[in-house]
């Protein structure tokens, strides 16, 4: 009786997830994407259509303008509350 070979499954780190799950639809639909200075991010829901557009620090990533997007998409709300 062989000895079963393990499968390794490697998981590539560079890959970060770009589908984010959008705020306004629940759907796993929203696409961040960064200008090519860094200087600022558009955020676009593929499902009900919420766009966003705003300026983001170089450092920023995918994640964090999608988190920055959902600070100003409660924070829009909140306003409207009011
Ligand atoms: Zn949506």
Redesign the pocket.
């Known amino acids: 009786m062989g000895r079963r070979r393990r499968k390794v499954i490697r998981i590539p780190k560079k890959k970060l997830p770009r589908i984010f799950t959008?705020?306004?639809?629940?759907?796993q639909?929203?696409r961040v994407e960064i200008s090519k200075e860094h200087t600022y991010a558009v955020v676009r829901?593929?499902?009900?259509?919420?766009t966003d557009e705003f300026d983001i620090k170089p450092v920023f990533k995918e994640v964090d303008a999608y988190c920055l997007f959902i600070d100003r998409f409660y924070k829009s709300k909140e306003q409207l509350v009011k």
């Open positions: 959008c705020p306004g639809c629940g759907k639909a929203v829901c593929g499902s009900c259509g919420i």
